[in-house]
């Protein structure tokens, strides 16, 4: 701190400092790169496996296993904020007087040392040219000063001051960007939903974390599809889904992959899809004495009576991967025998092996015959309110750049010297803040102009 500095003079200092913006972009860049390396939202088996105990408790702490919502990476955004918001203000005052000078002057003897200068002779009278100068000038630079010398006029014009702004929308756009995702981490999220044909769901889970979010309003997915390519490959998935808030039904829509669902700020997006659990089952039931079949048609949790009171059977459920003495069968219907001995028996019946029962003893065998195959349908839902601010600094930075890159504050200079009643001297040149070849390429041609005037 200097001498007789105060402390809100040293952190106003500290602030301003351009060395802050370079070393905060560069840990940035280096925690962005290591965000990119190090898995993300992964379950503490899979880091114990891909790096160790240590390696793991340091990722932890630093909770660099979620490092775009850590808390130091959103501190390096609000610092990298500051600066640029104190930064600007420091430099504005400065800027601001030349766009918006008192007094509007020009310095003649500046612009006849410049290495653009252009000068040549006309055959015309100085006095004839005044009024065409000037109006070629004003036309294509601006309002004009003039001033009178011995030798004859100087004409003096600019265009452009407020160009000298677009740094400044650069800077505005980078602070949206960075606000924007400031508030995404602070106040969006990104969570998953499985909804079976005809379920309604109102809550969804973080991804990996399992967090509960509840939306405010009810998902029902009334309708599941999905088309195949002859390979085997799902070609295409849409799910019908119906908003519901507040016990009514708000609207419906068909949602597939890129062409989500979106209500007050939350977007729902088509991600999965996998099979659900059947509703109901038809099975053949075959008496082994007389093999006799009996069809049936039973709901999982359904208990049905035996042909001739032989009993009950139950449909308990449905396994995704059946296993049988070590050996995966696949999808398969769970159910009991129950006799009216009250002895029990629990069976299963494979889909992929439709006679798989006749295997087991007993009076009766059971076969699947059909079943209505339900798919559920994977959700993304996400919701980000910093994404307009996103978006109007991308805007703003096209438009700064463009400002800042393609435009520029343009001086003008035109002398008029009298040679004698039928000639005159002409000098121009011209000054530029940024692209000093190009307004040297353009008074050349202005050069041209002029002679033929």
Known sequence: ????????????????????????????????????????????????????????????????????????????????????????????????????????????????KLKNLETFNINKGAASLYNDYESFLSKNAGKVLKEETETGTIMYAEKGRWTRMGIYIVHLSILLLLVGAVIGSFFGFKANMNLDEGETSATAFIAKKRVPINLGFSIRCNDFDVKFYDTGAPEEFTSNLT??????????????????????????????????????????????????????????????????????????????????????????????????????????????????????????????????????TGLQITKDPGVWYVYSGFLLMIIGCWITFFMSHQSFFIEIEKIDDNSSKISLSGTTNRNNQGMKLKIKKIVTKLKDI
């Not at 301003?16 to 965000?35: F, M, N, Q």
């Not at 990119?36 to 932890?60: F, S």
């Not at 009514?248 to 899809?273: A, M, W």
């Open 243 to 376: 908003i519901i808030e507040n016990g009514k039904e708000s609207f419906t829509k068909d949602i597939r992959v890129n062409h989500p669902l979106r209500y007050k700020g939350i977007n729902i997006f088509q991600s999965s899809y996998g099979s659900g659990k059947p509703d109901r089952v038809v099975f053949d039931i075959i008496r082994r004495s007389d093999k006799s079949v009996i069809s049936k048609t039973i709901k999982i949790g359904e208990e049905i009576q035996l042909p001739e009171d032989q009993g009950t059977f139950e449909l308990q459920g449905f396994l995704q991967n059946y296993d049988f003495q070590g050996n995966f069968l696949g999808e398969a219907f769970i159910g009991k025998i129950t006799q009216n001995d009250n002895k029990s028996v629990q069976i299963a019946l494979p889909i992929k092996f439709p006679s798989f029962d006749r295997m087991r003893k007993g009076e009766f065998a059971f076969i699947v015959k059909k079943y209505e195959q339900k798919h559920y």
């Open 1 to 112: 701190m200097k001498k007789n500095q105060t402390i809100p003079e040293f952190i106003w200092q500290f602030f301003c400092s351009v060395k802050l913006a370079v070393y905060t972009l560069t840990l940035l860049a280096v925690t962005s790169i290591i965000g990119t390396i190090i898995l993300q939202n992964g379950t503490q088996q899979q880091y114990l496996r891909l790096y160790g105990e240590a390696v793991y408790n340091l990722i932890k702490v630093f909770n660099i296993d979620d490092m775009y919502h850590a808390w130091w990476f959103l501190t390096l955004l609000i610092v990298l904020c500051i600066n640029i918001v104190v930064c600007s203000i420091e430099r504005l005052s400065s800027t601001w007087k030349i766009i918006f000078p008192k007094n509007l002057k020009f310095n003649p003897g500046r612009f006849r």
